[in-house]
């Protein structure tokens, strides 16, 4: 299993970042997709969750109404739009999936928003 995150940088407030995660590996199709974030000297917190068809989404209330997840079956691929942009969504974004109640995860993607 792999998951290669891309996509982050550093943004002003209010700005936009889109990520995306390439899983390989496993039948992408069939398993939910989550994001999760970690700040420096804080525990790594669930942002969104996405299921398999892609027809059921969970956010954290942080994020809600600014953040987008979505995945494309066919490229094996999960994204997270991120709109309006805060200075505490600054973290380390990684990519998971959760195999036979293993956990997987990408090498993450480092997002930072400047005030």
């Known amino acids: 299993v792999q998951l290669v995150e891309s996509g982050g940088g550093l943004v002003q407030t209010g700005g936009s970042l889109r990520l995306a995660c390439v899983a390989s590996?496993?039948?992408?199709?069939?398993?939910?997709m989550r994001w999760y974030r970690q700040a420096p000297g804080r525990e790594r917190e669930l942002v969104a969750t996405i299921a398999s068809s892609g027809t059921s989404t969970y956010y954290t209330d942080s994020v809600k109404g600014r953040f987008t997840i979505s995945r494309d079956n066919g490229l094996n691929t999960v994204y997270l739009q991120m709109n309006s942009l805060k200075p505490e969504d600054t973290a380390v974004y990684y990519c998971?999936?959760?195999?036979?109640?293993?956990?997987?995860w990408g090498q993450g993607t480092q997002v930072t928003v400047s005030s």
């Open positions: 998971n999936t959760q195999l036979i109640y293993r956990n997987y």
């Open positions: 590996g496993f039948t992408f199709s069939s398993y939910a």
